[in-house]
T-cell receptor, first 110, second 113 residues
Framework: QQPVQSPQAVILREGEDAVINCSSS?????VHWYRQKHGEAPVFLMI?????EQKGHDKISASFNEKKQQSSLYLTASQLSYSGTYFC???????????FGSGTQLTVLP | KAGVTQTPRYLIKTRGQQVTLSCSPI?????VSWYQQTPGQGLQFLFE???????NKGNFPGRFSGRQFSNSRSEMNVSTLELGDSALYLC????????????FGDGTRLSIL
């Protein structure tokens, strides 16, 4: 079953923060985050493993709440280059392949 | 290292025809996965190959098939094309263990007339 992402779209100004959520009804083993810019391939951002710590690089970080089967992606002090569609992909015990959410379109305006 | 290479980048076909798409993974990567991306359905998993064997399969009809060669290159074939098959087909490679980061190619844009 496809994880649910929220919000579907968000528009913010350069320098503002954003949070993207990814929820699943299944017990998750890991959550992957990708960003896809228009006309380009999805690019891997980070993986969060069950029992693992919060990950992050630059001003993008993520957490994984095992109790809620939910992951959140945090974008701090957004830059224009952060614009794109963010996808979460989940791996559960029964599904051995990534199942992607429908994506969150993020637009950062100057 | 060179990235994942998919050919061709664009294809136009008519209903009833068949098509073969190609994917060359990152050197050293043994797993290749295929996805269909459409505006309405998002990223849908087709199948994954590892060491020339199909390891996982999504919920697509038998018209969609694939294979992987000994050099890890993979092909995907779609027979009896339908209008609904119009989509961006993405290939992703990873080192091999399940759950590892996937590195995507730029995709093949397939249009069915």
């Amino acid at each position: 079953q496809q994880p649910v992402q929220s919000p579907q779209a968000v528009i913010l100004r350069e320098g503002e923060d954003a949070v993207i959520n990814c929820s699943s009804s299944k017990a998750l083993y890991s959550v992957h985050w990708y960003r896809q810019k228009h006309g380009e391939a999805p690019v891997f951002l980070m993986i969060l493993l069950k029992g693992g710590e919060q990950k992050g690089h630059d001003k993008i970080s993520a957490s994984f709440n095992e109790k809620k089967q939910q992951s959140s992606l945090y974008l701090t002090a957004s830059q224009l280059s952060y614009s794109g569609t963010y996808f979460c992909g989940t791996l559960s015990g029964s599904a051995r392949q990534l199942t992607f959410g429908s994506g969150t379109q993020l637009t950062v305006l100057p | 290292k060179a990235g994942v290479t998919q050919t061709p980048r664009y294809l136009i076909k008519t209903r009833g025809q068949q098509v073969t798409l190609s994917c060359s993974p990152i050197s050293g990567h043994r797993s290749v996965s295929w996805y269909q991306q459409t505006p309405g359905q998002g990223l849908q998993f087709l199948f994954e190959y590892f060491s020339e064997t199909q390891r996982n399969k999504g919920n697509f009809p038998g018209r969609f098939s694939g294979r992987q060669f000994s050099n890890s290159r993979s092909e995907m074939n779609v027979s009896t094309l339908e209008l609904g098959d119009s989509a961006l087909y993405l290939c992703a490679s990873s080192e091999g263990a399940e759950g590892q980061p996937q590195h995507f190619g730029d995709g093949t844009r397939l249009s069915i007339l």
